[in-house]
């Protein structure tokens, strides 16, 4: 798991490069934003990939990946290798669905033919990414509503200013609650938050471990030594 240091150097790199989700932005080259993005396990980071992508790429520099010379297997280890494909394909798709110009999509392309198995990569994850549900590839579980909504709301149509606060807060919260809750637990948040009705294994584990633990975040002692310790 990512210290709360290195996350918040993250999110600023991540919003320079349009995937502003909490922070403003920095300075730092996409190639490493990239990069970093690919070792993360949150899905909600990996799902900047691709908007990240296409900022960097409307750039009027030419990425360190797009050198001749340069290929994932020699700076990834093998599992980073098929996560970048397959981000590298979900991008690439979703430049066609929104027609990015016709330029940077081949750039992506160029880059995915750098993949040995770039092309059965891609042909892979077209069926799932015509749906609406789970797009499985190198090691991830992605949503492809999600997928194409953020690169819509990023990218295609940059939503106003007040849409997009109400984003980067959404974006935050769950960044902050995947510090403490497990994906199972922030559903039963989610769940008690709309008002729906728990099963009683549900019912039963949300008040052993989920409400025990909202309870002890907010204690007023909690709050004040967390902040002496965090900003002191």
Known sequence: MMKNSEKAELLSHLAQYGYALAVPPSSVA?????????????????????????????EKEMLAWEDKKWSPEK?????????WAALTALSLLLF???G?????EDRVFKLLRKYPEGARTLAA????????GQVCGGGMKLSAERLKKSFRNYVVHPSSAGELQEQKDALGLELLLSELFTSRQKE???????????TKT?????????KKRLKALADERVHQMARKLVFS
């Open 30 to 58: 996409p190639d490493k934003v990239l990069g970093e993005l690919l070792r993360q396990d949150d899905v909600r980071l990996l799902e900047g990939f691709p908007v990240v992508l296409a900022n960097a790429l409307s």
């Open 125 to 132: 994850l077209e069926q799932p990414f015509s749906g609406s």
């Open 100 to 104: 990015v110009p016709k330029g940077l």
């Open 96 to 98: 066609r669905l929104f």
């Open 75 to 83: 700076v990834f280890s093998v599992k980073i290798q098929k996560r």
């Open 188 to 198: 039963l948040l989610a769940k008690q938050l709309g008002g729906k009705k728990f």
């Open 202 to 210: 549900e019912q039963e584990y949300y008040s052993r471990v989920v």
